[in-house]
Nanobody, 126 residues
Framework: QVQLVESVAGLVQAGGSLRLSCAPSGGFSAYAMGWFRQAPGKERECVAAISWSGGSTAYADSMKGRFTISRDDAKNTVYLQMNSLKPEDTAVYYC????????????????????WGQGTQVTVSS
């Protein structure tokens, strides 16, 4: 069973940056990874996703150009670099993992993922 441990995020001013990290226990070779977020009263949405290879990525339209997902297999860590943060980015952010036989596929639906982190609160003040 994969356990995902996310970094603690916190409070940042609008226009600022944060980097989230997620370290799956036991390694994450053969896993596609994703970052999701959920604001109060809203559905969980995909922020970014990355393939097992790391060569394929996807972003929600509102995050393109501001957020970057990456993975460092040597460090067994996936990252979400968030720049130009806006108050509407305030949410609980979740790391997710999915075992996959497909080296270049990424997944953007919550139901595609079997393993989830505990979530970390990101608050962007105006």
């Amino acid at each position: 069973q994969v356990q995902l441990v996310e970094s603690v995020a916190g409070l940042v001013q609008a226009g600022g940056s944060l980097r989230l990290s997620c370290a799956p226990s036991g390694g994450f070779s053969a896993y596609a990874m994703g970052w999701f977020r959920q604001a109060p009263g809203k559905e969980r949405e995909c922020v970014a996703a990355i393939s097992w290879s790391g060569g394929s990525t996807a972003y929600a339209d509102s995050m393109k150009g501001r957020f970057t997902i990456s993975r460092d297999d040597a460090k067994n860590t996936v990252y979400l670099q968030m720049n130009s943060l806006k108050p509407e980015d305030t949410a609980v952010y979740y790391c997710a993992a999915r075992l996959t036989p497909y080296y270049t596929d990424y997944y953007v639906r919550p139901g595609d993922y079997a393993y989830w982190g505990q979530g970390t609160q990101v608050t962007v003040s105006s």
